[in-house]
């Protein structure tokens, strides 16, 4: 892999703009992930794909405050998988089980079904900054991600689309070669014959990381493989792995907890250390601050009732 190419995102139309694409060459978040977590062979493929596709699905998101957010409960051993994405392609994920390693599969391929399982669900959160945010479940078909996300855009959103996620990594030390996403998502009044063609070059499209492992730019490789489909790109950004978390956001959570729970851990531990799930960053909180906030969380919030449940 070359380590000094960028990723990108890249949103674009085909066909006389009938088809609507968005792709991803990610290798530089996947690999920022497995080195946060940890991650074994097997969970840096399967966490890189549901991070590539939430990243692919968050690049048009229009505010600051706007967010996707995905999570595979599969029943598998390697747990439950999360990905949050942010505006521009931002994500961060975690997974509860990362150094689960697992043998190849049948296809001598890593075995991400068997790691993510197939008996649960996937649940989508979009929260575009309303009063409600939507969320959508789907059950799981296949465990292998990339098919999980078609049949959701299908079933959920009544969005046939075609998904293609492929991470690549390195047989002895597990650093990422290459990962790669692609959705294509006809627009309504798409022709069937246009359809039909995008479907015979499904064997095409599941090439797409290796063309990046090759050392292709996600440009190059998509005006290959989009030779002869009137191929327009409209927007690039550049994705990325970054983590939001702030002490301010974890005193938050903190004060959230109420008085009674946080005198419990006052009285108790006499402090506390909270860690980030997506990044693995440690906050230590001592007992002056947890007394601080403890006052806080006692201060009624501006205009609340300070007269109870008296009527």
């Not at 991070?51 to 967010?67: E, G, N, Q, W």
């Not at 946080?262 to 960053?281: H, M, P, Q, R, W």
Request: aromatic residues 4%.
């Amino acid at each position: 892999m070359d380590t000094e190419k960028k990723d990108a995102l890249i949103g674009g139309l085909l066909l006389g703009r009938s088809v609507n694409v968005i792709a991803i060459s990610g290798a530089q978040l996947v690999e920022e992930a497995r080195r946060l977590h940890g991650l074994s062979r097997v969970n840096t493929a399967a966490l890189g794909r549901l991070l590539l596709a939430v990243s692919m699905m968050s690049a048009r998101l229009k505010a600051d405050t706007d967010s996707v957010t995905v999570t595979f409960a599969g029943g598998g051993p390697a747990g439950n998988l999360t990905a949050v994405g942010h505006v521009g392609g931002i994500v961060k994920g975690c997974i509860t089980n990362p150094e689960l390693e697992l043998p190849p599969n049948a296809q001598g391929k890593l075995d991400v079904a068997g790691a993510v399982g197939t008996e649960g669900e996937m649940r989508v959160i979009r929260d575009m900054s309303l009063k409600e945010p939507y969320v959508g479940r789907c059950a799981l078909v296949s465990g292998e991600i990339a098919n999980d996300f078609a049949n959701y855009f299908l079933v959920s959103e009544q969005q046939p689309s075609l998904v293609y996620l492929g991470v690549r990594v390195e047989p002895v030390s597990g650093a990422v070669r290459s990962a790669a996403g692609l959705i294509l998502a006809p627009l309504p009044g798409c022709p069937e014959e246009d359809i039909e063609r995008l479907e015979a070059l499904a064997p095409e499209i599941s090439g797409l990381s290796g063309y990046l492992d090759e050392g292709e730019d996600l440009r190059t490789a998509l005006s290959r493989l989009f030779d002869g489909f009137d191929f327009e790109i409209s927007d690039e950004m550049t994705p990325a792995y970054r983590c939001d978390c702030s002490r301010e956001r974890l005193e938050s959570v903190i004060i959230s907890l109420g008085e009674r729970e946080l005198t419990d851990i006052i009285e108790k531990d006499g402090e506390a250390e909270l860690v980030c799930s997506f990044c693995n960053k440690h906050y230590h909180f001592s007992g002056e601050e947890l007394t601080a906030l403890l006052e806080q969380a006692r201060t009624p919030a501006d205009g609340a009732d300070e007269a109870g449940d008296a009527e």
